[in-house]
């Protein structure tokens, strides 16, 4: 039996890919397009994620997200929605390496983008 998603892929996001990686004392910066593609996924937040820091209780914007597989979304790969932007956590997972669905984690980027 194959996979199915869940969830229909009605949320229109921008894929932000690298565009340039500029060296700035002495670290790697990456560079982001300002506009992007539009892809349709299935985003959701469950209201982050918790985290305990040094006794601190903090909750991370994440989100999960479902979309058709796309060979140039990466780990170093951004989407926007409206206007809160996300970085893709580790590699996205093909789903059962059919090239047909991709599944991955986004964190909230704070800051500018």
């Known amino acids: 039996m194959s996979y199915r998603p869940s969830e ?8 932000l890919n ?9 670290s790697d ?7 992007g593609e539009v892809i ?16 601190v209780l903090s909750v991370v914007d994440t ?5 058709w597989y796309r060979p140039d979304i990466s780990s170093s790969s951004r989407i926007k929605l409206g206007s809160k932007t996300y970085e893709v956590m580790g590699e996205p997972e ?17 800051g500018g983008t």
Do not use: M, W
Request: proline share 3%; with cysteine.
């Open 29 to 35: 910066v990456k560079v982001y397009s300002t506009e």
């Open 94 to 110: 093909d789903i059962e390496q059919r090239h047909q669905f991709l599944k991955f984690k986004v964190r909230g980027v704070r």
């Open 40 to 55: 349709y996924c299935s985003f959701k937040t469950y209201g982050g994620t918790e985290t305990t820091v040094n006794g």
């Open 8 to 15: 229909p892929y009605s949320t229109p996001v921008e894929l």
């Open 18 to 26: 690298v565009i340039e990686t500029k060296t700035v004392r002495g």
């Open 63 to 67: 989100a999960n997200v479902e979309t």
